[in-house]
């Protein structure tokens, strides 16, 4: 049986297709997996690299409570909108700059 370039292309193109619908519907479970009330949950890798901070640094935020988290099957995670808060908190704005030629 021989097929043509033209029949060989758009049976790959329709493979590729059908490959790309399977990686988003993996992308979507795996978001549904990882999230709690609809709300997306972040574990301490996800948290590490997000925030570009230590380990040590992680748990020495948990524990002064300055960022709430949550223990599941003994895995550590925190809802994404609680880290958002943590960032707006501790965010501290640049001084406005005095002019010295006054």
């Known amino acids: 049986m021989n097929i043509d370039k033209m029949e060989f ?4 193109e ?3 297709d059908r490959l790309d619908i399977f990686g988003n519907h993996i992308d979507d479970l795996q978001k549904k997996r990882n999230s709690i ?6 574990d301490n890798q996800d948290l590490l690299q997000m925030l570009k901070i230590s380990n040590r ?3 020495r935020y948990r524990s002064i409570g300055k960022l709430p988290y949550y223990t599941i099957s003994g895995k550590l995670y925190y809802k994404l ?3 958002h808060q943590f960032i707006r908190e501790s965010f501290n704005p640049p001084l406005p700059k005095l002019d010295a030629n006054k």
């Open 57 to 59: 640094s992680l748990q």
């Open 14 to 16: 329709r493979i590729m």
């Open 81 to 83: 909108s609680d880290v």
């Open 37 to 42: 009330d609809g709300e997306e949950l972040l």
């Open 9 to 12: 292309v758009a049976w790959m």
